[in-house]
Each structure stands twice: as C-alpha cells, then as structure tokens.
C-alpha cells in the first residue's frame, strides 16, 4: 500500500456534535501530519506526530483532539466546532519526522452548520 | 519564522507553451523545496524536488531550479498540456528538530487548449 487513506470523504456536523476524522498508512512512515485548507489558500500545519507521540502543535484550539493509537493510524477528533473551522483537512505522512517528502491524504470536506 | 512567497498568482497559458512559477524565501536555514500540484478537490501531489545542495532537476517536462544566494526557486514546465491545469504550491523546509514544510501562497495555472 503506498498512499495515505481518509474518512470520511465528506462530512457535515453541527456546532454541537462531536466527531472524529480518520487517517490511515501502511507505507512504515513513523511521522504523520494534519493540516487544515481553506479554499483557494495553501495548507496549514495544525499538528505532528512523531513515533506515535506528539510533536508539534501549532496553536489549535482544543476543539480540535489530535490521537495517534498506533504507527499507522490518526485521528482528529472534534467537537463543539464553529463555522469557519469548515475546510479540507489533510493528512499527511513522511518517513521520518525529519526526512523531507510528507505524502497527503485526499482530505476529508468539513461543513459545520 | 520561514516566510514563503509566491508568484503569480494566476496565469494563463497556451498549450503547447511554457509556463514558469517563482518562489521566494525568507530562512536561510531551508534546505529542501518541493512543488506540489493540487486538482479541484484532490489532493496535494508532490511533482517535483530540489535539495540546497543542488542547482537544477528536470523530470520530462517539469524542472527546478533554485538559487540560494538570492533564496529564489522556479518551477518551469515546458509543452504544457491542458491536464497541467491546477493550483501549485512551491514550499519551503528546514530540517533538525523537526521538519516544518512552509508552503507559498498557490498559482492558478490554466493551459488553453
């Protein structure tokens, strides 16, 4: 398997539910990334994990849950979310935290209503 | 931080024509630069690479140039087809600690047939 696989593919929540998106790799990466893409901008970093433990949080806010069970798998878990956290999440992997080429998800398509 | 610009932001060519796309950055830290390309709705796919330690790569029609002195590096793709239409991000990234992929603002390439 050499790609990187995200559920769901579209999702429609309202500002008190809680949900979780999932991100998935079998290619050995051990670094795994989520990035956040409004329309017509580039992708913004929110988080990294590194050996299953996190690394890197940029600022999110805790309406946003990171979780990284094993080496393979990342979630995202939201709740009481707001209008404008609607957008493309990405996910990502590279090999290492530290090795370059990070490979994406095709994203999941948040609206929150 | 790494600060990354990018230019133009939309651009319109022939096909058969080519096309060129410019990057800035601030650090002089970065090291690695990769040029992603993203379709309507898909996701991000690295197209091409360059590392500091090198000046220019070609891959078919795609090359990369980068000058460190003047923190510049393009995108250059020759004969361009109509499928080439789509938004790509150049980026930046700097490697140690951890490895933080900055990306630029993102062209709208459109290839007229």
């Known amino acids: 398997d050499t790609e990187v696989t995200q559920t769901p593919k579209h999702l429609v929540m309202g500002m008190t539910n809680k949900k979780s998106l999932k991100c998935e790799q079998h290619?050995?990466?051990?670094?795994m990334y989520w990035y956040k893409q409004k329309a017509k901008k580039p992708p913004e970093l929110m988080f990294v994990?590194?050996?299953?433990?996190?690394?890197i949080n940029e600022s999110v806010p805790s309406r946003f849950s990171p979780e990284c069970p094993n080496s393979s798998l990342l979630n995202l878990h939201l709740h009481a979310l707001q209008p404008e956290d609607s957008a493309l999440y990405l996910c990502?992997?590279?090999?290492?935290?530290?090795?370059?080429?990070?490979?994406f998800g095709p994203g999941t398509r948040l609206t929150v209503l | 931080g790494e600060n990354v610009e990018q230019h133009p932001s939309t651009l319109s060519v022939q096909e058969g024509d080519s096309a060129v796309i410019k990057c800035t950055y601030s650090?002089?830290?970065?090291?690695?630069f990769p040029w992603y390309k993203q379709e309507l709705g898909k996701r991000p796919q690295l197209i091409i690479d360059?590392?500091?330690?090198?000046g220019e790569k070609k891959d078919q029609r795609i090359a990369v140039t980068l000058n460190k002195t003047a923190k510049h590096f393009s995108l250059h793709i020759t004969e361009t087809q109509p499928e080439d239409s789509a938004v790509y991000f150049c980026?930046?990234?700097?490697?140690?600690?951890?490895?933080?992929?900055?990306f630029g603002t993102g062209t709208k390439l459109q290839v007229i047939p």
């Open positions: 290619m050995g990466h051990r670094a």
């Open positions: 994990y590194s050996y299953e433990k996190l690394s």
């Open positions: 360059i590392r500091s330690n090198v």
């Open positions: 990502a992997s590279s090999p290492d935290w530290d090795t370059d080429t990070q490979y």
């Open positions: 980026a930046a990234s700097t490697r140690g600690g951890y490895q933080k992929v900055t």
């Open positions: 650090d002089s830290a970065s090291n690695y």
